[in-house]
């Protein structure tokens, strides 16, 4: 079963930027499209991106379009998020897992995942 360790969240200033990383074990990595969702206070999990086996296929939800970069190590069986230009809309705790869909797919009934990485975003 996959277990994944997120981590690098943290509290930064509006237009400020963090990297997460989330550390896969308990299948092989390189064998998954994986995503980053997030969840904010009192909302549903929001599909983030998406990055394909070899990590040349991303995709980004239109709200972090042209901020966010998603990449991924194999080696390191690690995957990670930049996250730039932050804006407090982005306060979410942040999980990693496995690819089930986009911006439709509700996550919180598919899959595991880790304890997450808080984001805060503010002045």
């Known amino acids: 079963q996959a277990q994944f360790v997120e981590s690098g969240g943290g509290l930064v200033q509006p237009g400020g930027s963090l990297r997460v990383s989330c550390e896969v074990s308990?299948?092989?990595?390189?064998?998954?499209?994986m995503s980053w969702v997030r969840q904010a206070p009192g909302k549903r999990l929001e599909w983030v991106s998406d990055?394909?086996?070899?990590?040349?296929?991303?995709r980004y939800a239109d709200s972090v379009k042209g901020r966010f970069t998603i990449s991924r190590d194999n080696a390191k069986n690690t995957l990670y998020l930049q996250m730039n230009d932050l804006k407090p809309e982005d306060t979410a705790v942040y999980y990693c897992?496995?690819?089930?869909?986009?911006?439709?797919?509700?996550?919180?009934?598919?899959?595991?995942r880790g304890q997450g990485t808080q984001v805060t975003v503010s002045s």
């Open positions: 897992s496995k690819f089930f869909g986009r911006a439709e797919t509700d996550y919180t009934t598919l899959g595991t």
């Open positions: 308990g299948i092989t990595f390189r064998d998954y499209h």
């Open positions: 990055i394909n086996t070899g990590g040349t296929e991303t």
